[in-house]
């Protein structure tokens, strides 16, 4: 096994300390691991891929609250529906 160091805020160790011990986790770098692995799954598909790129390079716009509480609507509608 090889080392790697990484340095993190006080508060954001302190949050990986508290779940990796309460997800039964030997310590914090067990945790990290676990969460690397979990990430490295499927690789995107190249039609996400290219679907992020073309939203990339349209311009961003500002979301109001209403414009997130119509996001939120919807993505609990398609949750109830079965379709998430």
Not at 12 to 19: H, Q, V
Not at 25 to 54: M, Q, R, W
């Amino acid at each position: 096994m090889t080392t790697a160091t990484i340095t993190l805020p006080v508060d954001i160790k302190r949050m990986a300390e508290t779940r990796a011990a309460a997800a039964g986790f030997e310590d914090a770098d067990e945790y990290v691991a676990a969460l690397i692995l979990a990430g490295a799954g499927e690789p995107v598909s190249e039609e996400l891929e290219a679907h992020l790129l073309k939203a990339l390079q349209k311009p961003g716009r500002l979301m109001s609250s209403a414009d997130w509480d119509a996001k939120r609507r919807r993505l609990e509608q398609l949750h109830r529906e079965g379709k998430l």
